[in-house]
Each structure stands twice: as structure tokens, then as C-alpha cells.
């Protein structure tokens, strides 16, 4: 009943479809909305046998119907660990055919990196079976082979993202992908990134699992999804159905005992009605049993042939059968002929596939356990004769290899080593396989030891860091007591991934006991462990207790290793920062870089978390060109010794400068990569550092929701308590809520986050971008009858719509009162952050004194440009031609400070802050219009909205009601009616005419 296919790709079935209206309406629901409104992600759930791959197949079919291209994979069960099995199944065969228009669709770097993975990308020349080579295809991206950091993945799925768009073209593509709950981590990892990624155009990704044997993630897909998600639960049938589904033929007797003995299970059911001999009391008891009868009726040679292909592969060659089963050739095609006659498996072009997942586990486990090892065996003899990958002929080697085995080794550890840039999860997992085969000696404990190091960074890279840290910590007990360069690495690592856990204490005590072992504290040996203690005293704003450890640290010493100078030199700028020893913070930085500069790559590679406070200490000391050149050397680094919890946060850093120095698109795909390599990580701390980021780099970017989004995810995430960036991601958040206009929440949340400005825990130029943030915010709370408008003061107690004299009185002694702090504050020998504290008193006279703040603005623009602070040198001359016209004759001026500044922000991509100079610019009659910032945003960036509130404006504006808006977009009223109030005060309108008028403007 259910799966009937002759290949990968079911188009339906000859078996009518009994019931399932419900089901089969959600599917063409689907369809509709991927044709209309591009991807969607459906999800289909229901327990073995329920039916789900024959919806697959209808879905198949009605996607065919209306011009959408159907491929089909499959994941199987005893191939779980093959990375991306179930995508090569839906994709390879169909990139091969293609190959030459793919490349030209996803260009050649993109398909460089896809051919790692789908052999049919590959050129003929390379290797295929999975060994990557990283250089089928020429390109400008760097190899998946030369990015060992773990976040090679993200570039894999960003790639396979445009290709599943490219394939999609204008007709469109369904793709399918069955058994998911048996999927490989990087296949699911995939899935995660497509649907918060959605790819252009319509894109119908159809997956179906097992709810009790799937990860918890892949029951979140349908609901990550959002709006394009979809979810069917396919269960039993009813009685009705049942007897509907066995015909008149049945009586009603043997129905109802088939209905009870099955539950309703398609599967079993149409098991138990092949049986039709059997008396109802004899019925076997489960749906497995069935399928052993099923079998035990097969010739003798035809069930060896069957046990001999489940063994071989979910999809296998009849030549493959034949090594496993000990037969010849053509005995093994008579055998599949009756198996094909018996519906057993059904023919898939030149390969055989069984008819469901249940049927090759009944012949699985129909074989005795040591035939079944010896059937392993052959065949991973025969794919080593015909010098097939390791990667090839891992699974057979794994499931036959015996201990002490030392080829078997081989083959695992090479074929851990083939995967590791894009599958660490597979990685790991051989590797583990490895060491169960690995003499525990003393002739092999140094390459055991090797190994569980090697172990232990797969495990931490596949987002697995508590088994990593545990690995880790194995090693460091299998570690002679004495070895103490050893086991000071060892515990520096295991201190790592501790942090990472948001384990800071344990991190600590962890180094602290080493420390404690060692006779000698001072010797080389214990300056790495000494190094990390000094990180988690800054972590923890602790720079007095840092400072301590460094003073007692020399510079360098007669028995460092190379690398280790350059890394004591690397930690000392930031706390004589944060002691407001700015002097000495410069005078650190400049020996750090020199000794940098000086110094090769493989001398930094086991120091790369020192270098990274080096490289975020220039970032606060404004010395941007020197931060972007150091963290992108350490975080080449980083991708080519695959350390990824170093790598996410140098991006973190490295999007932080580019936001100061308004490179605002290249911040955001920073950003993004930084976001996207803490989910693979799974580290909560590294995903507040890169969220932290996005948020900010979103907010001027223009887009408010994202950003808001953002900052919300990353105060959520609920780590690092009392810690500086926890402190920082809870800034971010309220300046982006105050770049939305949601002045009383943002000045709450940037209150909040700086402690009240009473021991705060963030840098000294946040705490001065707070106080400028603070002011305008007040300012404009002071003059604004807008939305947010009277919303709450800064402590966040609300008081009305309106906004009465006392409380604009009151919002604008509060600004004076941050402009003043801001002056206090001011460290005149970082001059990338001498401008805020002008610009913040700009805000503050702005309704009072209004020549007095453009003077302020001014003088603001000119510190800022100074200190390669371009997007807030805009702000500032944007705040001086909005002065500027209460300036009895200022026009003249005014137009000059909007002209400046709106030429600053299309250069930085700022695109609500360009459309709001732009309209005030048209307001004293300049003419303005295209630019960079216009061709690269389209029309949402022309007037200043993010791309969802200009859906909403555009609908709104063909009179459509905030019901039809929520309906048309997959939102929910509410969150209409939040978009229209941020609309009406971007475009300065009171009213759905306004807006209206406002886009045809």
C-alpha cells in the first residue's frame, strides 16, 4: 500500500489512497503557497508504517501537476553516519545529468564546494564516493578541505541553499527527503539552516520522520519555520477505512480482527493482508513478525540474497549482494528476480531498493549476528580491492573490523579525516570507532592519545562540547602526572570547552588544580594555564585579579616555545583599558602587533584565544585598521586548525569594527557567519558574542525587526550572568530599540544594561555611546507625538499617549543630564569616541538652543570622521541640518549638513537613516534619488523601511485591512499592527492615506 515506487522518486502509486483528506488538503495548501509565496517547509509525522511516504508520493504527484520538479531521498537506517546520505540521494543523480548548467547557475567556487560532498559536481578526474578533494571545480571559495573550523558547514549550506534555489528556477522544485529521523547531523544541521534561510524562489522542502526515534530538532523544523511551516501528523486509519482499504473480497470478520490485530497501521495492515491463508487467531503479533513470514516463505537462495543486500546498502548493487552472499553473479539476479516478483525490493535502475525501511531490517535481523559480521567483512575487503574511498568503506569496516586490527584503524581514521571540514559529527564518530580497535599499550598509547586530542576538537567543533570536554578530560587523567607541558595543554583546552558550556567555575578550578600540581607554578609549562586564568578574569570584569596574574608573567623567557611572547603580549592591552590606563593600553597594543607582525602562523595557531583580546582591544581603542587586519589573520588561522570557538568570536569582533568604521553590509554578512557558526557549535556564550553583533549591525543597517529579533535572541539565551558581554548583548538590544523609535523600552534596556551607570560592566566607549543613545532618546521623547511618543520615562513607567509639557520638560533635563556625564566620561586619548559627548549635547539643546546644537553636531562630525567613525559622523551632521532649520537663515546650512550626511549613509548602506535625510532634504526642495544604497536595497530602502514593512505598506496602501495583511503575509494581526506604527513614523504620516500617498510620493 504505502511506498510503492520503482525508484528514489515516488510519482504515486496504482493502489488507491484511502481517507487522508485532511492530510492531502494540507498538501495542496503547501503546493499553493510555495507557487505564491516561494519556500515552504512541510513536515510530515507519524510512527513506522503509518503511511507518510505515500503522501510523499501524492505530494509528488499534485507538485508534478503543476510544474514543480520532484526529487527524492531517502535516509536509511543502518547508514546513519553517512554524511548527507539522504540529500545525495535526492540531489546526485540529477546534478550529474546537469552539471555544466548547475555550475553556471551557483558559479564555479560554490560548486567547488558542493562537489565535496554530491559526487556528480565532482570532475571526472577526481576522486568520488565522499574522499573530498576540495578541488574538482575552480573557484574563488576556499576548499571545504582547507577550513578545518567546523564553519566550512556553513558555507556547504549556504551554498546548497542557492542551488536548491537555482534548481528551483521559475517552474519550481519539490524536494523530498523520507526517514529524516535516521538523517546524519550535517543533513539535519542543513534543514535547521534552510528554513530560518529560506531559498529564493518556489522552493517545496517535504521531509517525513518518526516522532519517538527523532531528535528534538527535527520536530522544531515545521515550527522554525514560521509562517512557511507546515506540520501533518499521520496516524491510524479508522475501522471505516480499513474495511474500504481490504475491499469486499474480505469479510467483515476478517476485517475487523485485521483492523484490531494492526491498529489501523497501513503498513502491518497490508502485511497481515498478505497472509490471506492464515486463520485470524494465528495472526504474528507486530509488524516485524509479519515481515519474517513474509520472508520465511522466499527460496532459500532468494532470502540469503535478501539478508546479504540488507547488509550491503539501503540502495545496493547486485554485485555487492553477490560478495556478501558468497554466490555467483547469476545466481544472485535469479535470486532478485523472485525477490522483485515478491515485492521484497523493487528495481531502481541499475540498483535495487527494498519496498520500506521495515522490510531490510526484517532481513537484517533475520541473519545470524557473526554471518552478518562476516558479510560485513567481504564486502569491505571488496571495496578496498577496487580502491574505494575510506570513506566508502568506513561502515563495513567499522561493523566488521576486530581488535587490533591495524588497517581497519587506517581506513577510520582516514576516512574521520576525509570528512571532518564538513560532517565533524561522522568524524567523531569513526574516530570513536577507531580507539574501541586501538590496542590500549604502550607500543600505541602515544597515537591513542594523538587521537582522543584529535576526538575531542571533532566533538567540540559538531557542536558536541560537553563530550568533547569530557574526551578532553580523559586524556588529561591518561596523562603521566609529570608531563606537565602536556597536561597544561590538555587543561587549557578542557578550560575552553568549560567556557564555552558557560562553565566559567569549573573552568577556573579546573586551572587553578593543575596550577596546584605543578612544583614549580612559575615554569613555562603552567604560563598557557596562567594565560587562560587571566581570560576568565577579564570574562568575568574582573581586570584587577588579571592584571595580578600578568604583572607576576614576564615577557618572554629562554624556555617559551615560539608564539607564547607574542601571546602574554596579546592579553596586556585590555586591562590597562579597562583601569583606564590608556597610555600604557596603546603601548601594549603597538609591541603585541609588532610582535604579531613578526611572527608566522604556525606560531600563533595554539595561542589564538590571547590574540583575539588583542584583537578586540584595538576594536576599543578605536585602532580599527590595525583590529580588522588582526582579526582577519587570526581568523585564517582559526579556519585552517579548525578551531570554530575561536573563529565565531574573531567574526563576532571583526563585525563590531566594521559597524564603528559604517561597513555596514559587510558587518551584517560577518554577523551572519558569526550567528551561524555558534548555532553549529551549539554554544550559548559564542551565540550572545555573534547575536550581540547581527543586532547592532541590523539596527543601522535600517532593518529594526531583525535587529530587535536579534537582541531579544541574545538576551534570552540567559548566559553569562555578571559578565561583560552578557552586559553588552542587553546594550544592543535597547539601542536597537531605540533606533526603532521604542524610546521608553530602549532607554530602559540601555539603563539596565549599563548598571545605571553605577559599576557598569561594559567598555568605556560603550558607556559613552550609551550616554549620547540616552540623549537623543530623551530628545526625542521630548519633541516626538508619534508612536512611542509618551511611552513610558526612562525608568519605564508609563504614562499615556500624549506628551504633556511637565514630561518634555522633564525628558530634556534628563538629556543635558547624559550630555554632561558623557563630558565626564570623555577619555581625550581615544579619539575614535571624542565625538559623543558633542553629539550628545547636541541632542540635548537641540529644542532649546538650537544654533548652539548644530554648532555641537558639528563639531561632533569633525571628532568622529577623525576617529574613522564614518556612520556617526552622519548622524552628527544629520543632527546639525536638522538644527540648523530652527537657525533663523540656516537653510542654506541645513542643506549642506543633510547633503553630507546622506552621502555618508548610502556609502555605509545606513538605509532608514539615509530615507529620513532624504525626506528632509525634499522638504527644502533638493531634488534626490538613486545611489548605492537605492540600487542595492530597492525600494524599502528609498523610504527608510525595512523589506517586511514595505509588504505592509504596499498592501496597506491597496486598501487592504490589517486582517487581509495578516492573512496575504503569514503574520498575525498584532504583529501588523506593530509594523503600521513603526511605518507611520518612518514615513512622518498619521494615517493609512498617508502612507498611501507617502510610497507614490
Known sequence: MDGRTTGPVVTGTSVPLVGRRDALAALRSAVAASRRDGFQFLALAGEPGAGKTRLLGELAAMAGEDGFTPLWGRAAEYEQMLPYSALVDALDDHLDARR??????????????????FPGLAADDAPTGGAPSGRALSGDEPALADDRSGLARYRLYRALRHLVGGLAGTAGLLLVLDDVHWSDDGTLEFLDHVVRHPPAGPVLMAVAYRPAQAAPRVARLAATAGPRGHEVV????????????????????RGTALYEASGGNPFYLEALARMGGTDVTELPPTVLAALQVELGDLSPGALLVAQAAAVAADEFEPAVAAVAAEVPPAATLAALDELVERDIVRSAGGRFRFRHPLVRRAAYESAAAGWRLGAHARIAAHLAELGAPATVQAHHVEHSGSFGDRRAVGVLVDAARAVTAHAPATSAHWLQAALRLMPDDAAAREDRLALMLELSWAQGISGRLAEGRDTARELLRMLPEDDYPRRGRAARVCALMERQLDRPQEARALLLDELSRMPNPRAAAAVPMRMRLVAESMMRVDFRAAQAVLDLMPDNADDWEPGLAVAVAALRPMPALAARRTDDAMRYAEIAGKLLADAPDEHLSEWLDAIAW?????????????????????????????????????????????????RLAEARATAEESVEGARLLDSGQQLVFALTQLCLAESWSGDDEAAVRAGEEAVRCGVGAGETWEATARYARGQALVNAGRFADGVKAVLDACNRFESPRVDPGTLLQACETLAYADASRETSTGVDAGAGTGSGTGSGAGVDAGAGTEAATRAAQWAALAVRLEEPRLPAYCGFAALARAHALSRQDPSAAAEAAEEAARLLAAGERRLDAGRALLTAGLAHLGVPGGRNRARENLRAAAEVFDSCGARALKARTERELRRLGVRVGGGASTAAGGEAARFGLSPRELEVALLVSEGLTNQQVAERLFLSVRTVETHLSRIFAKLEVTSRVGVATALTR
Open 614 to 662: 588583542l584583537c578586540w582591544a584595538e576594536s576599543y581603542l578605536g585602532r580599527y585598521g590595525e583590529a580588522l587586519r588582526h582579526f582577519d589573520r587570526a581568523a585564517a588561522v582559526a579556519r585552517s586548525t579548525g578551531q570554530t570557538y575561536i573563529l565565531t568570536n574573531l567574526l563576532a569582533g571583526r563585525a563590531k569594527t566594521l559597524v564603528a568604521t559604517g
Open 100 to 117: 555544466d548548467e548547475v555550475v553556471r547557475t551557483v558559479g564555479s567556487g560554490q560548486a567547488a564546494l558542493l562537489s565535496d560532498v
Open 234 to 253: 499521520v496516524g491510524p486509519l479508522s475501522a471505516a477505512e480499513v474495511r474500504q482499504f481490504l475491499g469486499p473480497d474480505v469479510s467483515r470478520g
